[in-house]
Nanobody, 114 residues
């Protein structure tokens, strides 16, 4: 069964860091384009970062460029989102997605607040 499970969310102060994990089962993350999205209260879900291709080329939303890093560990079959210099406007539920077949995880809450 194809499945994605996110973890690593929580409450962090502005300027802090978090690392989100997306553990995959039923397929290998190295073979597919993988993305992180987020959805803040009252807003539409937006693309944060995408990792594509065998060479792991990454693209980012302008709002997170230079602060967030998407990566994957093929041995652990897991995709990560390292989030640094967090801002209150980064508060959202973060979702992992396998682009092909539109497979989503359940999401993990990130709250940036003092």
């Amino acid at each position: 069964q194809v499945r994605l499970v996110e973890s690593g969310g929580g409450l962090v102060q502005p300027g802090g860091s978090l690392r989100l994990s997306c553990a995959a089962s039923g397929f290998t993350v190295s073979s597919w384009a993988m993305s992180w999205y987020r959805q803040a209260p009252g807003k539409e879900r937006e693309l944060v970062a995408v990792l594509v291709g065998v060479g792991s080329r990454a693209n980012y939303a302008d709002s997170v460029k230079g602060r967030f890093t998407i990566s994957r560990d093929n041995a652990k079959n897991t995709v990560y989102l390292q989030m640094d210099s967090l801002k209150p406007e980064d508060t959202a539920v973060y979702y992992c997605r396998r682009n092909e077949a539109d497979i989503w995880g359940q999401g993990t809450q990130v709250t940036v607040s003092s």
